[in-house]
Every structure is written in C-alpha cells, then in structure tokens.
C-alpha cells in the first residue's frame, strides 16, 4: 500500500507510555552541544546531576526526543523510510519538563500534502504526565517522504515569514563536533543516515549529515540562554523548518529578532545558508 491520501483524522491514537531517566536528560543535553565552552561552569544544571549547589533541569527540547512523533503515523500506508527526511517542528511547553519521570503521548495525522516530488505529513500530538495527567508538552511535525507525490492532492498551507532586514538584535554561535551525530543518536535516532557512510551515499550526501533535530536543540539552546535568562520556565513555544543539511563539525549560528515576548530567528550554517529557517519563538522575559 502506498501513501494513504485520506489519513488526516480528528481521531487520537491510542495512548503510548515513555519512561525516561536523570542520564537521558543529561545525554540529550550532551547531544545537543551543552557544556562545550565551559564543562565545569556554564550548564552544568543540564549536563551534570550532583554539582555542589546545582539543581539538574532539562532542557526544554528534549521534548521533541520524548514525544517523537507520538504514535501520530499510523493510517500512513507505506514508505520506504530511507527516503524520510525531517520537515519541522514546533514545540509548545506548558509545563517545565521534568528530568525524569514517565509520560503518556497520543497523537493524530493533521494532513497529508502533494509536494509533485514528495508527500508531506502533518502530524500534532500531546504528552502528559502518567501520574498526574498534567499537559507537559504538545509537539506539531511535518516529514517529507520523497518519490511518494503526484497523488493529485493539496499542496498545503505555504506561509513565509518576511524576515526583519535590519541586524539581528541577538546571535549567538555554537561549534558543533565533529563526532556530534554519533552522540546524538544515543538519544534515540539510530537512522543510519547520521552515522553510515555508505547509508549517507546511497542518501546523495558525501557523508552522514546532522540530525536535525540536533540542529533544533542547539537552536533552542541559544534561544534559551539569550532569551530566556537560561531558565527553562520561561521557554514557551519554539517553530521551525529544516531547509538545508547540516555536517558534523559545522559552526552553528543562530540570528533573532525581538519583539516584546516573542522572536522571529533563523539558524544559518558558516557559508550563512539558512539551515532552520521560519523559525518563531514565545518566552516569557
């Protein structure tokens, strides 16, 4: 069965359950480039949990490793996954995610476009918390599968952010390793386009390229000290496009334009290519 047109549904999934631990967190901040300028300073309330004087938190995109897709894809039909590429996120928080505990997810498919070479699909779901059935998070994706367009269907929504043309008001850069991806992936993502050479190849790529979720958590690690105070409370909801592949050892910087509690920022590679671009961003200040 081929991609299924008419699997958009107001219907939730059932819900799934996901445990997670102190050593997540922390492996997910390690992934995600904390602690690299300063490993016994800066961050260590993400990257360490028994620092004299320091409380571990998380931070606050780990929820998208925590949520994945949230059992969103299922009426999909099917795919060849070697040809699923990441779309974008948005992340709404509405609690401070906790560093360990256990959450349930349910999620739904919100549509499903014709790009001509490709099919996008749109998926939303929300996490709660097992115990006390509180919101923690609500996550929005959409993925690409290329060679399953050309169905007839809608293109879908095309929004584009017109970008300020004055200087950013922040920007802040981050060297990403270059074994990054293979730290990364601990977290979860084992798709060997992150970490086989020969994967990568057969990909079109000269060599395995960075999750892009990674490219989002270092992203939401800028917008968090230089927004945020580098408090994870005040981080409320963050939205992004992946636009261009990123490489492991590529300087990360990310641009952002202030107005009052909310952001517009883009994420640009050392070439200032735009690799996470219609980014939005809320906080509170």
């Not at 997670?20 to 949990?49: I, M, N, R």
């Not at 790529?205 to 968090?224: D, E, Q, S, V």
Request: include cysteine.
């Amino acid at each position: 069965m081929p991609i299924n047109p008419d699997a958009a549904s107001e219907e939730w999934s059932e819900w799934t359950e996901r445990s997670w631990t102190s050593k997540d967190a922390l492996l997910y901040a390690l992934g995600v480039g904390a602690g690299v300028q300063d490993p016994t300073g800066f961050e260590l309330e993400f990257t360490t949990e028994n620092s004299s004087g320091v409380n571990q938190r998380a931070l606050p995109t780990i929820g998208v490793v925590l949520g994945g897709l949230g059992a969103g894809m299922r009426n999909v039909g099917t795919f060849n996954p070697a040809f699923l590429v990441d779309g974008g996120r948005t992340i709404e928080i509405h609690k401070e995610i906790p560093v360990e505990g256990t959450l349930k997810t349910r999620g739904r498919v919100t549509g499903v476009y014709d790009k001509g070479s490709g099919a996008v699909i749109a998926t939303e779901s929300e996490s709660v918390d097992a115990k006390t059935e509180e919101l923690l998070f609500t996550l929005k994706a959409n993925v690409f599968i290329r060679g399953e367009g050309g169905f007839g269907g809608d293109r879908g929504p095309s929004e584009k952010i017109e970008f300020p043309t004055s200087a950013p008001d922040h920007e802040v850069t981050y060297q990403t390793r270059e074994d990054q991806a293979l730290l990364y992936r601990l977290s979860g993502d084992r798709n060997p386009l992150h970490s086989d050479p020969e994967f990568a190849k057969l990909a079109g790529f000269p060599k395995p390229i960075l999750h892009g979720l990674c490219t989002y958590g270092f992203t939401g690690r800028a917008l968090l000290h230089a927004l945020c105070g580098s408090d994870p409370a005040n981080f409320k909801r963050m939205e992004g496009r992946f636009s261009k592949p990123v490489f492991p050892g590529e300087a990360l910087t990310v641009r952002m334009w202030v107005d009052g509690d909310n952001a517009l920022f883009q994420t640009v590679n050392p070439n200032g290519d735009v690799v996470l671009d219609q980014g939005r961003f809320a906080f509170s200040s």
